[in-house]
């Protein structure tokens, strides 16, 4: 992923990179307990125990901390795809690779309970964070290329978004609702079975 061209400067020292993570992770905490409508930079200052002039000598509003805070995650979430283990893909598995990838995504989204209403307002903050999901977007591409290297590298482009954007909307509306613990695990199911008819025809 690309850094969010919201962002002021960069830390360069471990201090000022301490310091950014920090921040970061106290706002995360905050919008995973009272959503990212409420979070203040001046709580957010005094919560983290740092004077608020550090929290804009990085982010100038309120905005560009939920896209940075969100656009770490993502990243995050990134870090743990994976390519298919085995180097044949004339053998991959399309059912096993879909659960592999919507698994993936289930399981950060429910070990991370800041992480939907994040990307929730970041994307309805417009700027940069339409491209959030192009990095999780490439990786499958990549994957479908292996699989099916025949089909036009601008329709496997068009499969890998529609895939992750699809998962993610989905996955995101059922974190965000009122019974997200019941809710997640099934929607994870269906998101599963969507995917899977939607791919075989061209990666089947």
């Not at 550090?54 to 905005?63: C, E, N």
């Not at 770490?72 to 180097?87: I, N």
């Not at 009122?178 to 990666?203: H, K, N, Q, S």
Request: charged letters at 15%; proline letters at 7%.
């Amino acid at each position: 992923m690309t850094s969010s061209p919201t962002l002021r400067r960069r830390p360069v020292q471990a201090r000022a990179q301490a310091r950014f993570d920090l921040i970061l992770g106290t706002a995360a905490a905050m919008v995973a307990e009272a959503g990212a409508e409420a979070l203040n930079t001046n709580h957010l200052a005094r919560r983290a125990g740092i004077p608020v002039g550090s929290v804009y000598q990085y982010f100038p509003d309120k905005a560009a901390l939920l896209t940075a805070l969100a656009q770490a995650q993502v990243s995050a979430f990134e870090a743990r795809l994976t390519m298919p283990a085995d180097p044949d893909p004339a053998r991959w598995n399309l059912v096993a690779e879909v659960e592999k990838g919507v698994g993936a995504l289930a399981d950060f989204v429910a070990e991370n309970p800041a992480f939907p209403q994040l990307y929730l307002a970041a994307r309805a903050g417009g700027g940069g964070a339409a491209a959030m999901l192009d990095g999780g977007a490439a990786h499958f591409a990549a994957i479908f290329a292996a699989r099916a290297p025949q089909i036009p590298a601008e329709t496997r482009a068009l499969h890998a978004r529609v895939v992750v954007e699809s998962a993610q909307a989905l996955l995101t509306l059922a974190a965000t609702g009122p019974d997200a613990a019941g809710e997640l695990p099934r929607v994870r199911a269906e998101v599963v079975a969507l995917i899977t008819r939607y791919l075989a025809p061209f990666y089947g």
